[in-house]
């Protein structure tokens, strides 16, 4: 049986058509389609079953899926461990944020395109949420305070942020002095998220509301500084602005825990070494001093 047959049936089961797994691998459809007939033909078993719509997965397909991904998953495994050290081959497809990815993590990835000139490497830089599954991933880089999944997460490095808004804001609204009094002033927000703020060594979680979100960092520095409301947002997309005066600190005395930085891949006992590799790349570039212009000079 055909390691690459049962590597594209794994992705169109994922992808959930023959087009995006085709993109996924870099093939033809025509490629794809025929690897599925020959691994449906060596099996005797219908896998998929066709529609203009997409490709969906028969019972047969259902429970050989998580076989097959097993035999994939094992097949790399075992391929990287006769790799000379070092040496990283294939494809890395990898997850950014696109406010913090372009700027922060833009040279990382290409730091490690440079080291290892056989791998081949896709990112995607999106602020939206990702489902690695679904779409096809080895890993996301994400930012932030993570929420609860079976999703397995390697902390790479800190955040920090702070409340801000405009002077314009804070003269027209006042400026809050504790977590109840949030409720009362329009919040820039992404979604509907808690903020969590800090009393001494506890941790408090405040859900503000306001009329202004946006999925980017970067815009919701715009909308504070033109004064629609208070924004909690990271140290490096704000420090140029307090520097300059254009946004001011807010509730200095509860401040937002530290945030951090994560590399998340998809469950299973043992990370691809690639992924193993990023990892550590990034937390080396985390962990470099100001003056060596790593993670502490950005942020």
């Known amino acids: 049986m055909d390691i690459e047959d049962l590597r594209t049936f794994v992705e169109v089961a994922h992808a959930g058509g023959v087009s995006s797994a085709a993109v996924r691998l870099g093939i033809?459809?025509?490629?794809?389609?025929?690897?599925?007939?020959?691994?449906?033909?060596?099996?005797?078993?219908?896998?998929?079953?066709?529609?203009?719509?997409?490709?969906?997965?028969t019972e047969a397909g259902t429970t050989f899926r998580?076989?097959?991904?097993?035999?994939?998953?094992?097949?790399?495994?075992?391929?990287?461990?006769?790799?000379?050290?070092g040496d990283l081959r294939g494809r890395l497809r990898v997850a950014v944020p696109?406010?913090?990815?372009?700027t922060h993590f833009a040279p990382m990835l290409a730091e490690m395109a440079r080291r290892h000139p056989q791998l081949h490497i896709?990112?995607?830089?999106?602020?939206?949420?990702v489902d690695l599954i679904a779409e096809g991933y080895d890993c996301a880089i994400r930012v932030g305070y993570l929420e609860d999944s079976n999703l397995i997460a390697r902390r790479v490095g800190p955040i920090y942020g702070k409340l801000v808004a405009s002077p314009?804001?804070?003269?027209?609204?006042?400026?809050?002095?504790?977590?109840?009094?949030?409720?009362?002033?329009?919040?820039?927000?992404?979604?509907?998220?808690?903020?969590?703020?800090?009393?001494?060594?506890?941790?408090?979680?405040?859900?503000?509301?306001?009329?202004?979100?946006?999925?980017?960092?970067?815009?919701?520095?715009a909308a504070a500084v033109a004064g629609l409301g208070i924004a909690y947002l990271p140290d490096w997309l704000t420090k140029e602005y307090v520097a300059a005066g254009a946004l001011v600190p807010i509730m200095e005395r509860y401040p937002p825990p530290p945030a951090g930085a994560y590399v998340i891949r998809p469950p299973g006992q043992h990370p691809a070494r690639k992924?193993?590799?990023?990892?550590?790349?990034?937390?080396?570039?985390?962990?470099?001093?100001?003056?060596?212009?790593?993670?502490?000079?950005?942020?």
């Open 168 to 221: 314009a804001y804070v003269s027209a609204h006042g400026s809050p002095e504790t977590p109840d009094e949030l409720g009362a002033h329009e919040a820039l927000m992404q979604g509907t998220e808690a903020w969590q703020l800090m009393d001494g060594d506890r941790t408090l979680t405040v859900r503000p509301q306001g009329r202004f979100k946006a999925d980017n960092g970067i815009a919701l520095v």
């Open 28 to 57: 033809s459809k025509s490629m794809v389609s025929r690897r599925l007939v020959r691994l449906e033909a060596e099996l005797g078993v219908q896998l998929l079953s066709r529609s203009t719509r997409g490709a969906a997965l």
């Open 66 to 85: 998580d076989h097959a991904a097993r035999i994939c998953a094992e097949m790399d495994v075992a391929k990287e461990t006769i790799l000379p050290e």
């Open 122 to 129: 896709q990112t995607c830089y999106s602020d939206r949420f």
């Open 98 to 102: 696109q406010t913090f990815g372009s």
């Open 275 to 299: 992924i193993r590799v990023l990892t550590e790349l990034l937390i080396e570039y985390c962990n470099e001093s100001p003056d060596d212009g790593g993670w502490a000079a950005h942020i």
